[in-house]
């Protein structure tokens, strides 16, 4: 019996054990279902709803700046980044880029036209001397100087014409008087524009054109070193290929300054340097392209003609090139260059004059006719040898160093 009883509690407590450990796999395959399983779904947390906010708190909400809108990693910034800025603190665009305007210097400018103020004008200076009253025989011998001064006789007739208005309406009743309209009519003539190149194109092109012997050469030096002093990568361009010393000329003005050179071959077709010249300029970023061409008779229709050729293939390395096309002229030959300024004109759209030797002549009446007639603003004048007597022209200033009075008055002749 006791056999038995020992062989049952055996038996429960088996039936125990095994109960309690089936139990724990049980709850463990709750919490962890195999792989493949259906998981159970928790049905969605619904998110508590805020309270609605006071008054007070909206009017702070609305008076706070919007947040900034959320960069990306990106260094660069979105362009919807970009705040506009309203027209009128937008700062003005730049001026186009040019050489710095000299100060005023009608002293120096004064000293260059001597010979001019020697001659013309202090002939002119004298017939007004010591009158009082102006008689038809003055404003004829005025015309006479003018046109002994290559005036020429159709700037001499238009300017004696309104002299002889303003005696007339009486607003030149003496001889200051007189004189304070002679140049206020010589302003009028010569301020029809002009001033120093402006450069606005990268590069911006201009053609010197010329008979030989004016200084075209020379005058291009005296540009580049301008315009390297402002800061501007100049080129030249060797396009007088007829003559090999107008081009070691050109090469001793670019090592002088700093401009690099561009040549052909000799006796090469001037075209086609100008051409390369001007696609060299623009792909190595130069800001001014100077191209010097050779000297032609402006009374010979085949060189006009190559001249016309050289600003076409211009136009077709650039479109708008080139930019400039300024005439040389050498003011001591007189209405020869008027001359010469007509047929250029004819043959090219001619933007400005360069009037060399100036310090030359006494014959500077010139300038007036050029304007006058030509309708074509003087854009330098040449007062010397050096870079710095290329000056740019001025109508005001020229007129006050010529006719002025100044501390070296102009002594009679």
Known sequence: MTTVAIVVALIVVVAAITLFFLRGRTATQLQSPAAGAPRLQQPPRV????????????????????????????????????????????????????????????????????????????????????????????????????????????????ILERLRDAIERDRARDADAVWAELRAQATRILAIGGGALRVTTRPTVVLLVGVNGVG????????????????????????????????QQLEAWGKRVGAGVIKGKEAADPGSVAFDATNMAKESGADLLLVDTAGRLHTKVPLMDEIKKVRRTITKAMEGAPHETLLVLDATTGQNALTQAAMFKEALD?????????????????????????????????LGERAEDLREFDAEDFVEALFGKGDDAVAAA
């Open 47 to 158: 998110p508590s709803r805020p309270a609605p906010p006071k008054e007070t708190d909206r009017k702070k909400e609305s008076a706070r700046p919007p947040p900034p809108p959320a960069r990306s990693s990106a260094s660069a910034i979105a362009p919807a980044d970009l705040v506009p800025v309203p027209e009128e603190h937008k700062p003005p665009p730049p001026p186009p880029s040019q050489a710095p305007k000299a100060p005023r210097d009608v002293a120096g400018l004064r000293k260059g036209l001597a010979a001019t103020r020697g001659g013309f004008v202090a002939k002119l200076s004298a017939l007004f001397q010591g009158k009082k009253e102006i008689d038809p025989s003055l404003l004829q011998q005025v015309e006479e100087v003018m046109l002994a001064s290559d005036v020429g006789p159709k700037t001499t007739g238009a």
């Open 350 to 382: 001619l933007t400005g004059i360069v009037l060399t030797k100036l310090d030359g002549t006494a014959k500077g009446g010139i300038v007036l006719a050029i304007c006058d007639e030509l309708k074509v603003p003087v854009r330098y004048v040449g």
């Open 216 to 247: 075209k050469t020379t005058t291009i030096g005296k540009l580049a070193t301008r315009y390297i002093g402002a800061g501007k990568k100049v080129v030249l361009a060797a396009g007088d290929t007829f003559r090999a010393a107008a081009v």
